[in-house]
């Protein structure tokens, strides 16, 4: 079994996650929101922990303009690289992905179909027919293998490289103008239908990559609903329908619903919610459960996505004081979730105790994991002579509403924790570089409708262990639970690690993201479920305006 | 002949200046942790042969001297400035082409209507020096002063966007847009409120100051004994010679509007230089904080020289002393 299978999921979803960190920097600075407090959160919103809503209801209407806002400017849109919620809003509209999930399930999407062999090393994919991208060259198999090739190029210098090593080797039966495409693995893989339903499944158009060269990244063509006919950084991005588009929806209109749709970046939280009163914005999408909850008193509506992600705070496993299983159980049970929920986020969030999403079938409930239990913190305190430790992170007020509160949980039981902030590009340099350098520090993680996106996190010596855990019984069930199609061996083995993980602690997650999706509901139609693999960011393809 | 020495003189010392605040900035941002192979492997980063392909490429493995040389004689030779990686490897002339307007325009505006408000006031402020009116103003000048940028903005937008429902909260809408100057000066009435009570309050103070001084001296006895009306002396006679501090700080505050408000620019979502800067510098984006670096050099120091020229103009007592 060789290193890079083992790299798969864990580089997109630390890529989201470094996606995260920039949200979470760009829309931090605005005091107002999380001093003001308002009304704590009385509403239901906080039990949510679906990865996607339930489906919209009302008729969706064809034509429209609307004005869409992101916390943060474009990073980037490009196949394989648009990772941010921000940029996803934009690309799922501009691209399709191959697969996509449908209820939990996962579904060909822009391919017809997708069939493993018994072993899983050799994946069949036949392509819709008639799929053109928006300059009007056809989607075959020519496409698709320029893509994946494109996106290991160590040119392109792609983050998702690692997971797409996976393709061994690519044939076409029916030749490159084809429909049929054929991967060889290298190596028995499960997950493979969940790569190609991120952005490392999105099929750019090899014409436009060809003469663009470089600058396709500020023009791409896919084969999406929309095109993109003006993207001025910092200012604005503008999609336009596309009338060639393949798909229709179940009452055979043509999608998608809207004409046009414009993306602007609004970084201070405060002004979004502003901008939607004014009416110079009729959307927003925000990782800040206080600006949900404050636009939804003043009449808006909200679509909540939780359980994509989760705040969680890395151990360095590998040098003192946390190599000691003690001392990380010791800061597991000083955590009190229900107090940071409470005081930072207005008991909007819901505690998080697993790399697991609450509805995945993966979850395991009896895990064992750390609860509140100050006595039991103080008691493993005692035995370690003490504990003292930095715990570092980026300088936002929601992440100092954090480390504050841990920090005094920490000095009730006796450790004695010293805060450190540090600059989001320095601070991703040196937890992504993995030099090591830090004791504890806090970060975010994704969860995945799929289970082996958790594998690269845990297994030893893998370039997205971040917390250098190493337990040679979690690294092979990892590895099993990939190589099997079989649910329920796979819930065994999942289950198993997490009473492993529950007892060693590895690192200690807090509370389950809020992602809210807000709206005027007089001119926007209830948005379509957040893309699971998205981080929540919706297929603008679905959107479409209030009608009347 | 002298003149053109002087010129000349002038032009050599600008270009070591420019040229050595762009070197510093080269050495300050490779000095600081991370790097823009980072920003862009993300995860991947942690693959060494990953890094070391992505340096090759981008010119990054090259000795940092001979990085600066490429870099700087492409600027002078082909006016090249480079490639911004990290944004979508649009070229760095065309991002700063980009934001420029947005910048300027705020600049100019807040600094045209700040004189034009300050200059009027300070005069009859000087005028009325101690009175109640003057007093006033001189409050009024100290609470703009102190009240944060941030905190007024926020004030503007309750009162002027969501209240009163007259100016847009947010966004910059371009003279060229398709909605052309209306919504264009609406869209920065608010940031240019913001900037110019700022500086009014500033140039105010100061020229007020250097008034009162001026409005000591013997020549302007001898021209109220002359029974010149009032407007008169203060415009003709007085506002002159005190102007220089006035006009200093005028031409350093066009250096540092240049580099764009970056409050302003995050608050009212206005795509400008400042926010531009602070972004490239947060994704380690190196050849595009290089050029905001440069524009900001050149604009300052080209400003200063014309301030500089200016005082000559103004002032004969600085003329005379340069034909020595």
Same mark, same amino acid.
């Given at each position: 079994?060789?290193?890079?299978?083992?790299?798969?999921?864990?580089?997109?979803?630390?890529?989201?996650?470094?996606?995260?960190?920039?949200?979470?920097?760009?829309?931090?600075?605005?005091?107002?929101?999380?001093?003001?407090?308002?009304?704590?959160?009385?509403?239901?919103?906080?039990?949510?922990?679906?990865?996607?809503?339930?489906?919209?209801?009302?008729?969706?209407?064809?034509?429209?303009?609307?004005?869409?806002?992101?916390?943060?400017?474009?990073?980037?849109?490009?196949?394989?690289?648009?990772?941010?919620?921000?940029?996803?809003?934009?690309?799922?509209?501009?691209?399709?992905?191959?697969?996509?999930?449908?209820?939990?399930?996962?579904?060909?999407?822009?391919?017809?179909?997708?069939?493993?062999?018994?072993?899983?090393?050799?994946?069949?994919?036949?392509?819709?027919?008639?799929?053109?991208?928006?300059?009007?060259?056809?989607?075959?198999?020519?496409?698709?293998?320029?893509?994946?090739?494109?996106?290991?190029?160590?040119?392109?210098?792609?983050?998702?490289?690692?997971?797409?090593?996976?393709?061994?080797?690519?044939?076409?039966?029916?030749?490159?103008?084809?429909?049929?495409?054929?991967?060889?693995?290298?190596?028995?893989?499960?997950?493979?239908?969940?790569?190609?339903?991120?952005?490392?499944?999105?099929?750019?158009?090899?014409?436009?990559?060809?003469?663009?060269?470089?600058?396709?990244?500020?023009?791409?063509?896919?084969?999406?609903?929309?095109?993109?006919?003006?993207?001025?950084?910092?200012?604005?991005?503008?999609?336009?329908?596309?009338?060639?588009?393949?798909?229709?929806?179940?009452?055979?209109?043509?999608?998608?619903?809207?004409?046009?749709?414009?993306?602007?970046?609004?970084?201070?939280?405060?002004?979004?919610?502003?901008?939607?009163?004014?009416?110079?914005?009729?959307?927003?999408?925000?990782?800040?459960?206080?600006?949900?909850?404050?636009?939804?008193?003043?009449?808006?509506?909200?679509?909540?996505?939780?359980?994509?992600?989760?705040?969680?705070?890395?151990?360095?496993?590998?040098?003192?004081?946390?190599?000691?299983?003690?001392?990380?159980?010791?800061?597991?049970?000083?955590?009190?979730?229900?107090?940071?929920?409470?005081?930072?986020?207005?008991?909007?969030?819901?505690?998080?105790?697993?790399?697991?999403?609450?509805?995945?079938?993966?979850?395991?409930?009896?895990?064992?994991?750390?609860?509140?239990?100050?006595?039991?913190?103080?008691?493993?305190?005692?035995?370690?002579?003490?504990?003292?430790?930095?715990?570092?992170?980026?300088?936002?007020?929601?992440?100092?509403?954090?480390?504050?509160?841990?920090?005094?949980?920490?000095?009730?039981?006796?450790?004695?924790?010293?805060?450190?902030?540090?600059?989001?590009?320095?601070?991703?340099?040196?937890?992504?570089?993995?030099?090591?350098?830090?004791?504890?520090?806090?970060?975010?993680?994704?969860?995945?409708?799929?289970?082996?996106?958790?594998?690269?996190?845990?297994?030893?010596?893998?370039?997205?262990?971040?917390?250098?855990?190493?337990?040679?019984?979690?690294?092979?069930?990892?590895?099993?639970?990939?190589?099997?199609?079989?649910?329920?061996?796979?819930?065994?083995?999942?289950?198993?690690?997490?009473?492993?993980?529950?007892?060693?602690?590895?690192?200690?997650?807090?509370?389950?993201?809020?992602?809210?999706?807000?709206?005027?509901?007089?001119?926007?139609?209830?948005?379509?479920?957040?893309?699971?693999?998205?981080?929540?960011?919706?297929?603008?393809?679905?959107?479409?305006?209030?009608?009347? | 002949?002298?003149?053109?020495?002087?010129?000349?003189?002038?032009?050599?010392?600008?270009?070591?200046?420019?040229?050595?605040?762009?070197?510093?900035?080269? %050495?300050?941002?490779? *000095? /600081? $942790?991370?790097?823009?192979?980072?920003?862009?492997? @993300? !995860?991947e980063a942690s693959n060494p042969a990953a890094v070391a392909a992505l340096e090759a490429e981008l010119g990054l493995d090259?000795?940092?001297?001979?990085?600066?040389?490429?870099?700087?004689?492409?600027?002078?030779?082909?006016?090249?400035?480079?490639?911004?990686?990290?944004?979508?490897?649009?070229?760095?002339?065309?991002?700063?082409?980009?934001?420029?307007?947005?910048?300027?325009?705020?600049?100019?505006?807040?600094?045209?209507?700040?004189?034009?408000?300050?200059?009027?006031?300070?005069?009859?402020?000087?005028?009325?020096?101690?009175?109640?009116?003057?007093?006033?103003?001189?409050?009024?000048?100290?609470?703009?002063?102190?009240?944060?940028?941030?905190?007024?903005?926020?004030?503007?937008?309750?009162?002027?966007? %969501?209240?009163?429902? *007259? /100016? $847009?909260?947010?966004?910059?809408?371009?003279?060229? @847009? !398709?909605?052309?100057?209306?919504?264009?000066?609406?869209?920065?009435?608010?940031?240019?409120?913001?900037?110019?009570?700022?500086?009014?309050?500033?140039?105010?103070?100061?020229?007020?100051?250097?008034?009162?001084?001026?409005?000591?001296?013997?020549?302007?006895?001898?021209?109220?004994?002359?029974?010149?009306?009032?407007?008169?002396?203060?415009?003709?006679?007085?506002?002159?010679?005190?102007?220089?501090?006035?006009?200093?700080?005028?031409?350093?505050?066009?250096?540092?509007?240049?580099?764009?408000?970056?409050?302003?620019?995050?608050?009212?979502?206005?795509?400008?230089?400042?926010?531009?800067?602070?972004?490239?510098?947060?994704?380690?984006?190196?050849?595009?904080?290089?050029?905001?670096?440069?524009?900001?050099?050149?604009?300052?120091?080209?400003?200063?020289?014309?301030?500089?020229?200016?005082?000559?103009?103004?002032?004969?007592?600085?003329?005379?002393?340069?034909?020595?």
């Open positions: 079994m060789k290193e890079t299978q083992v790299r798969s999921r864990w580089y997109r979803l630390l890529a989201v996650m470094l996606g995260l960190v920039l949200v979470a920097a760009a829309c931090g600075g605005d005091d107002d929101d999380t001093a003001s407090g308002d009304d704590g959160g009385s509403d239901d919103s906080g039990q949510e922990t679906t990865t996607t809503t339930e489906e919209p209801e009302g008729t969706p209407v064809k034509g429209g303009e609307l004005v869409f806002a992101t916390e943060s400017d474009v990073a980037t849109i490009d196949a394989g690289k648009a990772a941010q919620p921000s940029d996803k809003v934009i690309s799922l509209g501009i691209f399709d992905t191959l697969t996509t999930y449908v209820d939990g399930e996962i579904v060909p999407y822009l391919a017809e179909s997708l069939e493993g062999s018994e072993d899983l090393t050799t994946w069949t994919m036949t392509l819709r027919e008639g799929v053109t991208f928006h300059d009007g060259t056809p989607l075959n198999a020519d496409a698709v293998v320029k893509h994946f090739q494109r996106m290991v190029d160590p040119a392109y210098a792609c983050p998702c490289a690692g997971s797409v090593e996976i393709i061994g080797s690519m044939d076409t039966p029916d030749g490159p103008e084809g429909l049929t495409v054929v991967f060889t693995l290298t190596g028995p893989s499960v997950s493979f239908p969940d790569l190609l339903a991120g952005s490392s499944g999105y099929i750019e158009s090899p014409t436009a990559v060809a003469q663009l060269g470089d600058q396709f990244a500020q023009r791409p063509v896919g084969t999406g609903p929309f095109k993109l006919t003006e993207f001025t950084p910092g200012e604005r991005v503008v999609l336009e329908a596309y009338e060639g588009y393949w798909q229709t929806d179940e009452n055979g209109i043509q999608l998608p619903y809207l004409d046009k749709l414009t993306v602007v970046p609004i970084p201070d939280s405060g002004q979004r919610v502003a901008a939607l009163r004014t009416g110079d914005i009729d959307i927003f999408q925000t990782a800040d459960s206080a600006t949900v909850a404050t636009a939804e008193e003043q009449g808006f509506a909200a679509q909540k996505i939780s359980g994509s992600s989760s705040t969680i705070i890395l151990l360095n496993n590998d040098k003192p004081p946390f190599d000691d299983v003690k001392a990380r159980q010791a800061l597991a049970y000083a955590i009190n979730k229900d107090v940071i929920n409470e005081r930072v986020y207005d008991g909007v969030r819901v505690p998080s105790y697993s790399g697991f999403a609450l509805d995945s079938p993966y979850y395991n409930p009896d895990a064992g994991t750390p609860q509140y239990d100050p006595e039991k913190a103080e008691e493993l305190v005692e035995e370690l002579g003490g504990l003292d430790f930095t715990l570092v992170c980026i300088p936002t007020p929601e992440a100092d509403g954090i480390l504050q509160l841990v920090k005094q949980m920490g000095e009730q039981v006796g450790m004695n924790i010293t805060l450190e902030t540090q600059e989001q590009g320095a601070y991703v340099n040196r937890i992504f570089s993995k030099s090591g350098d830090y004791e504890a520090a806090c970060f975010r993680s994704s969860h995945f409708i799929e289970p082996d996106a958790i594998r690269p996190g845990l297994t030893t010596d893998d370039p997205g262990n971040l917390v250098f855990y190493s337990n040679d019984e979690v690294d092979q069930l990892l590895e099993e639970a990939r190589q099997t199609a079989d649910v329920e061996e796979r819930k065994e083995k999942y289950f198993r690690v997490q009473e492993i993980t529950g007892e060693e602690v590895p690192l200690i997650t807090s509370l389950y993201d809020l992602f809210g999706n807000v709206y005027n509901p007089d001119k926007v139609g209830p948005p379509p479920p957040g893309e699971p693999n998205s981080l929540g960011a919706i297929k603008p393809g679905f959107l479409y305006a209030a009608g009347g | 002949m002298q003149i053109v020495r002087t010129v000349l003189q002038r032009l050599a010392k600008l270009v070591v200046v420019v040229l050595i605040v762009s070197f510093l900035t080269f %050495l300050l941002t490779k *000095l /600081l $942790p991370g790097d823009l192979t980072t920003t862009l492997l @993300g !995860p090259k000795p940092l001297l001979t990085q600066y040389w490429d870099y700087i004689s492409g600027v002078v030779t082909e006016g090249d400035l480079g490639t911004a990686y990290a944004s979508n490897n649009f070229p760095v002339w065309e991002l700063l082409k980009q934001r420029l307007p947005a910048t300027i325009q705020l600049m100019i505006m807040a600094q045209v209507i700040s004189l034009a408000i300050s200059v009027p006031l300070a005069m009859f402020s000087a005028y009325r020096a101690n009175s109640l009116a003057d007093r006033s103003i001189t409050a009024g000048a100290f609470g703009l002063i102190s009240v944060p940028a941030f905190a007024m903005a926020v004030f503007l937008v309750y009162v002027f966007s %969501l209240q009163l429902d *007259l /100016l $847009p909260a947010l966004g910059y809408k371009r003279i060229t @847009g !398709p909605d052309g100057l209306g919504a264009n000066l609406r869209s920065v009435a608010l940031p240019v409120t913001v900037l110019v009570a700022g500086l009014t309050a500033v140039y105010t103070r100061l020229l007020r100051s250097d008034l009162i001084a001026t409005l000591q001296e013997d020549f302007i006895l001898m021209a109220r004994s002359k029974g010149l009306p009032t407007w008169h002396i203060l415009l003709r006679h007085a506002l002159r010679p005190s102007s220089f501090s006035l006009l200093t700080v005028f031409g350093i505050n066009f250096g540092s509007l240049i580099g764009g408000s970056v409050i302003l620019e995050y608050f009212f979502s206005i795509p400008g230089v400042g926010l531009l800067a602070v972004e490239s510098i947060g994704k380690r984006d190196y050849l595009a904080v290089q050029g905001v670096v440069l524009l900001i050099a050149v604009a300052f120091v080209v400003v200063n020289f014309l301030v500089d020229t200016l005082y000559a103009v103004l002032d004969p007592r600085v003329r005379r002393a340069g034909a020595r």
